[in-house]
């Protein structure tokens, strides 16, 4: 698991335990963005999630949506559905996030990876939109099978400057490295998390880029029908765009930035 940097984008995490929340405050402490929770197994609805979504988004702020999880005792489809449809009408410009935490463990390694595929694969069909997954550093060595690494990981470890590594990420794409930050226009604490910045744009940036012609948009890539990960898709020119390092984990390679002549190389 690669480390913070200073490059990372600022991102906070919210739900009802952070009470009434001054966005526009928020964003002037530098924050770009942030995952706001939606629901909960398949009955629960955050109380504060309209709120969250309509205070951000007057901010300014890019938004991301996420579910916690209760594999313990509910359906994936069930799950699924009470989320997509908790979300919909907002704009989600991150992917949708599955949190799998705690309890969820109790049903197994394998369940386990099983159901969050289910319910990842479900929310993609029901919204056409992407998904990722928030665990804890520690849950996702334990629990979570190589099955689920073509979805982007949402990694939480705190007080260390890398998360613990786990057999089936090699990186992350947001670290929550605290949960006791003080951000303007929040009275308590709440999570902080360091955010690639290439992947902040990749979701930030995409709706700009149609311009002169262009028309790119987010589509799955799969290899004989598993997803891979999400690509971009040029439609003037016929093609799509995936990560670099998506394809060095192909072919068993690894990704070296030449910083001298600006270049990217994947090396066997």
Known sequence: MQSKSTSNVKVIDVSHHQGAINWSLVK????????IKATEGKTGLDEKHDDNAKGAAAAGLPVGFYHYAHPENND????????????????????????????????????????????????????GHPTMIYTGAS??????????????LWIAHYGVEAPMANSTWDSWSV??????????GIAGKVDLNAMENVFFERYTKCPKANKGGY?????PVLINGKKLTDGLYDEK??????????????????????????????VR
């Open 28 to 35: 002037s402490d530098g924050v770009l963005g942030a995952y």
């Open 76 to 127: 994936p489809l069930a799950e699924a559905a009470k989320f997509v449809g908790a979300v919909k009408g907002y704009n989600a410009v991150f992917p949708h996030a599955l949190d799998v935490e705690g309890k969820a463990g109790t049903v197994g390694a394998v369940k386990l990876t099983a159901w969050c595929m289910a319910w990842l694969q479900e929310v993609e069909r029901l919204s």
């Open 139 to 152: 849950f996702a060595k334990t629990y979570l099978g190589k099955q689920l690494a073509a979805w982007p």
């Open 175 to 184: 670290f929550q490295f605290t949960s006791s930050s003080n951000v303007k």
């Open 215 to 219: 028309n790119l948009e987010l589509i």
């Open 237 to 266: 020119a016929g093609m799509t765009y995936v990560p670099v390092r998506i394809v060095a984990e192909i072919f068993g390679a690894t990704v070296k930035w030449d910083s001298k002549l600006k270049r990217v190389e994947i």
